[in-house]
């Protein structure tokens, strides 16, 4: 079953604006990660928040982690073209080593 | 490093026919791991590794599929015989003691 679930499903907004995704998750974690994929490519790894920590800064990127809530999100701010991807959240539940991935959020930025 | 090697990145094949799917870690990684995507399922872990060694086949949809890695370097996953169900992207990754995944580019498989 998917430990991951995510919102939306599929965004569309205006380079420029900011983009949020929301991921929500069932067990413990001990941290959850975002990865993004373009099309017809494999993932790649934007930004890991450990389950002691609340907020994380890398670049254009926020991500937030809610224990109580079992629930993250990713802000882009500024967005651009070039961010138009789909994007995944993945939690690691101590489980040997293994990754749990959401469904995604694919987001389509206008130029 | 060239990162995750994946061959042959696309596969044509007829129903019943073998498939075998390579994937070339990053060195020095010990861990590797097997996803397909498909738009119905998302990504889905079938096999991971841990010092070549299969830890967790809970996610092998069927006796058709079976994975090895004989080395560090080398892994394949093979389905004998292909259905059409079983076209999708298979993906591998790899990763260190580091939590972060890192994958291949992906195999494109149609069976038809």
């Known amino acids: 079953s998917q430990q991951g679930e995510e919102d939306p499903q599929a965004l569309s907004i205006q380079e420029g604006e900011n983009a949020t995704m929301n991921c929500s998750y069932k067990?413990?974690?001990?941290?959850l990660q975002w990865y993004r994929q373009n099309s017809g490519r494999g993932l790649v790894h934007l930004i890991l928040?450990?389950?002691?920590?609340r907020e994380k800064h890398s670049g254009r990127l926020r991500v937030t982690l809610d224990t109580s809530k079992k629930s993250s999100s990713l802000l882009i701010t500024a967005s651009r073209a070039a961010d138009t991807a789909s994007y995944f959240c993945?939690?690691?539940?101590?489980?040997?080593?293994?990754?749990?991935f959401g469904q995604g959020t694919e987001l389509s930025v206008k130029p | 490093d060239a990162g995750v090697i994946q061959s042959p990145r696309h596969e044509v094949t007829e129903m019943g026919q073998e498939v075998t799917l390579r994937c070339k870690p990053i060195?020095?990684?010990?861990?590797l791991f097997w996803y397909r995507q498909t738009m119905m399922r998302g990504l889905e872990l079938l096999i991971y590794?841990?010092?070549?060694?299969?830890?967790?086949d809970s996610g092998m949809p069927e006796d058709r599929f079976s994975a090895k890695m004989p080395n560090a370097s080398f892994s394949t996953l093979k389905i004998q015989p292909s259905e059409p169900r079983d076209s999708a992207v298979y993906f591998c990754?790899?990763?260190?003691?580091?939590?972060?995944?890192?994958f291949g580019p992906g195999t494109r498989l149609t069976v038809l």
């Open positions: 990754a790899s990763r260190s003691s580091r939590p972060t995944q890192y």
């Open positions: 067990t413990s974690i001990n941290n």
């Open positions: 928040i450990r389950s002691n920590e």
């Open positions: 993945a939690t690691d539940a101590n489980q040997g080593g293994k990754l749990i």
């Open positions: 060195s020095g990684h010990d861990y």
């Open positions: 590794f841990n010092n070549n060694v299969p830890i967790d």
